[in-house]
């Protein structure tokens, strides 16, 4: 094992502690002291950056594919909300994404990515992947947001969030803010998102015109994209016109992400894992 394979172990071991660290402390039915979490996902943050700064820019040629953007996409998730548990009670977001973010350590063991050609130095390029990665990271704690409210929706709807916790144990929602905060929260998130899906597609046919002659190609990329910004778009003025709320917009919140992702990363996974 090389060295470099050791810290995405280590990196991957320490997202994993910090997940278990967070459940551990709000099924406490008084609250544990946990100062040891952020520093111990400070850690695995500070070597995962290191080892993206490592694949981009010390080999020349840089590689970049399917475990890669994962890896940033999750490692940009990670920061945005270690920084928001600040201000929120979002906590909960972490016991789910950390464990993601742990698996897309392991992933560039595996799928190292293939050289990008001289053509991805342009700027366009560049801001198009960087402003997609934080669509990407956005879009994904937006869904994980809409799966938590789906879930305190159908505790709500059967009664059991005010149900008196067993063996001294706290429901995990307990700790969680209200229904309505979360609704705020996904909704900031999907807004967030959007302007920058909506960005980065700008200077994704900016790059287009440059490379090809021709802004917009009917790839499937291209396609699925704009049907998962479209579905976001009618969601954000549904959501302000028509009040499209709670478990409606969940829904329609993860097709809209299930459509984003398959728009790359299904594409990437075709062609570096099926092929």
Same mark, same amino acid.
């Given at each position: &094992?090389?060295? +470099?394979? !050791?810290?995405?172990?280590?990196? *991957? ?8 660290? !967070? ?9 544990e002291n946990t100062f040891w979490i ?14 993206? +700064?490592? *694949? ?5 040629? @840089? ?19 270690l920084i928001e548990t600040l201000f929120?009670? =979002?906590?909960? &977001?972490? !016991?789910?994404?950390?464990?993601? %973010?742990?698996?897309?350590?392991? #992933? ?9 050609? @001289?053509?991805? $130095?342009s700027f366009s390029f560049r801001m ?12 994904? &704690?937006?869904?994980?947001? $809409? ?29 969680? @803010? ?11 998130? /999907?807004?967030?998102?959007? =302007? %920058? ?17 021709? *802004? ?13 910004? &479209?579905?976001?778009? /009618? ?6 016109? #028509? ?18 992702? #398959? ?10 894992? /099926?092929?």
């Open positions: &094992m090389t060295i +470099y394979a !050791i810290f995405y172990v280590l990196a *991957a071991v320490l997202y994993l502690a910090a997940a278990f660290g !967070i459940y551990k402390s709000f099924q406490a039915e008084t609250p952020r520093p111990v996902i400070v850690g695995g943050l500070m070597i995962q950056a290191f080892l993206i +700064y490592e *694949a981009l820019f010390t080999h020349g040629t @840089p590689h970049f594919g399917l475990a890669l953007a994962l890896s940033i996409t999750l490692f940009t998730c990670t920061l945005i909300l929120s009670k =979002i906590s909960a &977001m972490l !016991i789910f994404i950390l464990p993601l %973010a742990a698996v897309s350590m392991v #992933l560039p063991i595996i799928l190292p990515g293939t050289p990008l050609g @001289p053509e991805t $130095a198009h992947l960087l402003l997609a990665i934080l669509a990407y990271s956005l879009m994904t &704690m937006a869904l994980v947001q $809409a799966l938590l409210l789906v879930s305190a929706h159908n505790l709500l709807h059967q009664k059991k969030l005010s149900d008196e916790p067993e063996d001294g144990k706290v429901s995990l929602f307990e700790r969680m @803010p209200s229904v309505i905060e979360m609704e705020k929260i996904l909704f900031r998130l /999907i807004w967030a998102g959007f =302007i %920058a899906l909506t960005i980065a597609i700008l200077f994704g046919l900016v790059f287009s015109e440059e490379l090809f002659g021709q *802004a917009f190609r009917l790839d499937h990329k291209t396609i699925v994209t704009i049907m998962a910004w &479209m579905i976001f778009g /009618i969601l954000l003025l549904g959501h302000h016109f #028509l009040g499209w709320r709670g478990r409606f917009a969940a829904r329609w919140t993860v097709i809209g992400f299930t459509l984003l992702m #398959l728009s790359y990363f299904g594409v990437r996974f075709v062609q570096e894992v /099926i092929q």
